[in-house]
């Protein structure tokens, strides 16, 4: 499922992380000048290589958790480099554990003379960006550095062809355009021009700042549905659109075991009237399934074809009532006008658009353009066993402003997974 974004994706940051690393190794590789000399200006604090005497209090700040003094190079684990390319070999201060106490170090460190030589655990606080924004050169090494002291500062340039290139990664994998702007920039803004505390490499970053954004445009909308059918009067009635041929009477179908799991039992309702055969494909289903099935003759109402479901709910004390409705053309006018009628004289619990993931772009449009028509509650994307794109999945909720609920993973009953959009991303980026 989702394969080829999942490749692309990873492409994605592993091209950052390398970037990052590349340059960080190449800073490693060059002693400073400074360093060179064997001695450190007093005018150049930033660097870490002046005694705390001749440091400023801000000036400690950048220093304190980068720089250890002149004594303290030769002990273990210490990088020859300026502050700007240095942190590299110290890993071990450099301890999600010592990223938590940034402010704090960095308090303690302005007030002590002693602040330079403290141990490395107490990082710079994130205002060190400022201090090292005199230097508009800072490279990829110094984020590193911060990087590795659980902070980074990435600039957009340094990622600017990375984006692209995860740009056209989403939209070559179906990906619509506003929802890959939106992640780009969720990308960007997580990345960039900013402190980050909690991380302790470049890989973990950029997945993080990769998963955050995607997680925010799938997540839009989720609510609990298991837990909305549960607390709604019975018998809660589900009403299902969509075009034909996505498969929205399988949905019905797998929605019907997914109940009966639960302890929920279901009535199924064909407001299909309008193509030939859909009775019988329905009506199959509910055999197999030992559901009770409400038909009218083809070309009859649906709206009463439903509302005698939900009658025979009431009386048969069923919890649930599954309506299939016709899946014309979504621009059709009678089709929104059946849907209309069967809002106004049934008020449904719930409206759910099916669709196929499969279809990509054109699941997006649909889904768009339903929503519009008559507002659905939620969607179901089926064929996700056979999507390697996973550009509807991504894009759906976003565009919508309605959660996707259900993912079809098969030909069979069992093949329906609720949508959870943290799994999807985990499995999306890996954990
Ligand atoms: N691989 C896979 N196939 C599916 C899935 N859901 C449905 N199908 C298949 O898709 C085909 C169409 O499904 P239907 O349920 O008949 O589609 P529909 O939307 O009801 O179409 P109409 O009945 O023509 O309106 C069937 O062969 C289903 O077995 C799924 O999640 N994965």
Do not use: W
């Amino acid at each position: 499922m989702f394969d080829g974004l999942k490749d692309k994706l990873s492409g994605f940051t592993s091209d950052v992380e390398e970037d990052v690393d590349d340059e960080a190794l190449d800073a490693e590789d060059e002693p400073d000048a400074d360093e060179a000399d064997g001695d450190a200006p007093a005018d150049q604090p930033a660097n870490g290589e002046s005694t705390a005497d001749t440091q400023s209090s801000e000036d400690t700040e950048a220093a304190a958790g980068e720089s250890p003094t002149a004594d303290d190079q030769s002990g273990a684990g210490f990088a020859p480099q300026a502050a700007d390319s240095e942190a590299i070999d110290e890993p071990a201060t450099a301890s999600s554990a010592a990223a938590e106490d940034l402010d704090t170090g960095a308090e303690e460190a302005s007030e002590s003379d002693d602040a330079a030589a403290d141990d490395s655990g107490s990082e710079a606080e994130a205002d060190s960006e400022s201090e090292a924004d005199d230097d508009d050169g800072r490279g990829l090494a110094a984020k590193a550095k911060l990087m590795a002291t659980g902070k980074t500062v990435i600039e957009e340039e340094d990622l600017q062809g990375h984006l692209d290139d995860l740009e056209l990664a989403l939209l070559s994998s179906d990906v619509e355009m506003s929802v890959a702007n939106e992640i780009l920039d969720g990308v960007k803004e997580n990345l960039t021009g900013q402190t980050r505390r909690r991380l302790s490499s470049t890989g973990n970053l950029v997945r993080d700042a990769l998963r955050e954004s995607l997680y925010d445009v799938i997540n839009v909308g989720q609510f609990d549905f298991d837990e909305r059918v549960q607390q709604a009067d019975k018998p809660v009635t589900i009403v299902f659109t969509g075009v034909n041929g996505v498969g929205k009477t399988t949905s019905i179908a797998k929605l019907a075991r997914y109940f009966e799991e639960r302890g929920l039992s279901t009535v199924l309702a064909n407001g299909d009237t309008y193509r030939a055969g859909a009775n019988e494909q329905l009506e199959k289903h509910a055999q197999n399934l030992g559901k009770k099935i409400i038909t009218h003759e083809q070309g009859s109402d649906p709206t009463a074809v439903i509302y005698d479901a939900v009658e025979y709910a009431k009386a048969n004390d069923i919890d649930v009532v599954l309506g299939d409705t016709a899946g014309r053309l979504h621009t059709s006018d009678d089709l929104m006008a059946q849907l209309e009628k069967i809002d106004r004289n049934i008020d449904p619990d719930m409206t759910l658009f099916v669709d196929e993931a499969v279809a990509g772009q054109d699941a997006v449009n649909r889904a768009r353009e339903f929503n519009d028509a008559a507002e659905i509650d939620g969607a179901i994307l089926t064929k996700a066993d056979a999507d390697p794109q996973g550009g509807a999945a991504i894009s759906v909720a976003h565009v919508t402003g309605k959660p996707i609920l259900f993912l079809g993973t098969g030909q069979d009953y069992g093949d329906l997974e609720p949508f959870d959009p943290e799994e999807i991303v985990d499995s999306l980026i890996g954990e």
